[in-house]
């Protein structure tokens, strides 16, 4: 019984935190890594083409045809309501569809901006479509609605035994997770409130990190190196850590045990631990969309060596550093899988020591 109800907090945790990304990730159309006028290579595209969200799915370019999967677009003008159409009618951002056009310039670059019917710019339409990064976090949902569910029925029916097949991979970390993380952090009469939160945390990030890195549809987003992923997942740590704060909590924010002067007649002390609440949260959100987006930066930069050589001393040359690019690729990449595991397990360790703080008792 006490394993339905986690389940339960678990898929209502997973249900909050991809209605959130809905409504928070804002989308960027993906540039052209050329220049229009000369055709030539520009890295700094080439880089933000790659990392960077979108209305497609892109698989790959064959000579100027693109070959790329349509995401939904959803969006609501206030002068002709809803519009829901396939982003494939923007034409990779190249035409205009029912007044509306994907801007690669200016301060609306990679937005949706409606237009009237003489083709000029009357504004922004609320926009709910599904990017790329939100894509890729519902399609990482179902994998961990499948990893859990494959592994509760493997326990059912090996009660007693030595787990086996998906259980054998998850009940270690679950473990982790419980004495490792919680435990400590939380305290042992107090840690299994938690535990559905952070275990969903702590999967939510590691799969959505290792998704990241293999360049095959349907994984490739980027979704925890997108800043509003990560400051969603922050916004619920604040939430519970603060929902679940004690007198203690409370009291050490607003009237901490410290000399009164550094309470009045300026509440210097008030004020830092009142800032500190939310300074919390906005470093787990910058340390985790800069740590998964520099790691996907770096690859793109070390692969954009071969045409910036092959630009400036030939082909020969870009041929000649190709393999010394890759090499260093592929051990970016190869260290990007511990990155991925660290950066889950220290989003759900501080996560686990906020609730530790909100729930101590004073001593």
């Excluded at 890195?213 to 925890?224: C, D, E, H, S």
């Amino acid at each position: 019984m006490k394993a339905t109800k986690n389940q339960r907090y678990s898929a209502f945790i997973l249900f909050l935190l991809i209605s959130f990304s809905l409504v928070s990730t804002p989308a960027f159309a993906e540039g052209d890594t050329h220049d229009v006028h000369t055709n030539e290579f520009v890295p700094g595209e080439f880089i933000m083409h790659h990392v960077a969200d979108a209305y497609e799915w892109h698989l790959a370019t064959i000579g100027e045809t693109h070959i790329t999967v349509p995401l939904p677009i959803i969006l609501y003008s206030k002068t002709t309501g809803w519009h829901v159409f396939m982003s494939s009618k923007f034409k990779h951002g190249e035409e205009t569809y029912h007044n509306f056009r994907l801007a690669h310039h200016g301060e609306n670059a990679g937005k949706i901006e409606e237009l009237n019917s003489e083709g000029e710019y009357v504004g922004l339409p609320i926009n709910l479509s599904l990017s790329k990064s939100i894509t890729g976090a519902i399609i990482s949902v179902f994998f961990m609605v499948w990893i859990f569910v494959a592994a509760a029925k493997s326990a059912q029916r090996n009660k007693g035994k030595a787990p086996t097949g998906v259980l054998n991979v998850v009940e270690p970390i679950i473990v982790f997770v419980r004495d490792e993380i919680a435990k400590p952090a939380i305290g042992e009469h107090k840690f299994e409130k938690f535990m559905p939160y952070l275990l969903t945390l702590f999967f939510f990030i590691l799969l959505n990190n290792l998704m990241g890195l293999i360049p095959i549809f349907p994984f490739g987003a980027n979704v925890t190196g997108n800043i509003a992923v990560t400051m969603v997942l922050a916004l619920f740590t604040f939430a519970v850590t603060n929902l679940n704060g004690n007198k203690h909590y409370w009291k050490e924010i607003f009237n901490p045990d410290v000399p009164w002067w550094l309470k009045f007649p300026i509440p210097m002390m008030p004020i830092i631990e009142l800032s500190g609440m939310f300074t919390k949260p906005f470093v787990l959100m910058v340390r985790l969309f800069a740590n998964m987006m520099a790691g996907h930066m770096i690859v793109t930069v070390f692969l954009s060596l071969i045409f910036i050589f092959g630009k400036l001393m030939g082909t020969v040359a870009g041929l000649s550093i190709s393999p010394v690019s890759i090499a260093f690729s592929l051990f970016i990449m190869m260290l990007d899988i511990l990155v991925s595991f660290i950066q889950a397990y220290v989003f759900t360790l501080l996560s686990a020591l906020y609730f530790g703080m909100a729930k101590a008792e004073h001593h």
